[in-house]
């Protein structure tokens, strides 16, 4: 699925109810509670702080996708088209670092 499709996802999910898109401050602090769920699962799984014996295994995955959902919600939000932006990104990053790190043989 495109980013493009992604939103449209998204927006078609948050437009069946009345309260919609919550504000930028809102979000960013969901953003960040999101990208904490993350770190602390990284943590557990490759850092020194390990899980308590009674808490339950986490996925990663899904915590990347929490935060990928309210990116998404961010950029709908503000009309911003992530497929565009991104793909301006890589343009940048593949223009800019070509000659960066070593490539493989």
């Known amino acids: 699925m495109s980013l493009t499709d992604s939103q449209r996802r998204v927006d078609a999910w948050i437009s069946q109810f009345e309260a919609g898109y919550?504000?930028?401050l809102t979000n960013?602090?969901?953003l960040t509670e999101e990208v904490g769920e993350l770190?602390?699962?990284v943590n557990h799984r490759?850092?020194?702080k390990?899980?308590?014996p009674d808490e339950a295994p986490g996925d990663i995955g899904m915590e990347m996708a929490d935060i990928i959902f309210v990116l998404i919600c961010m950029a709908n939000r503000e009309?911003?088209?992530l497929q565009a932006a991104f793909d301006a990104m890589m343009t940048k990053v593949e223009t800019r670092d070509a000659k960066r790190w070593t490539r493989k043989p």
Request: glycine residues 6%; charged residues 40%.
């Open 28 to 30: 960013i602090a969901r």
């Open 46 to 48: 490759f850092g020194q």
């Open 50 to 52: 390990t899980k308590k």
């Open 39 to 41: 770190a602390r699962e």
């Open 22 to 24: 919550f504000d930028p």
């Open 79 to 81: 009309a911003i088209d």
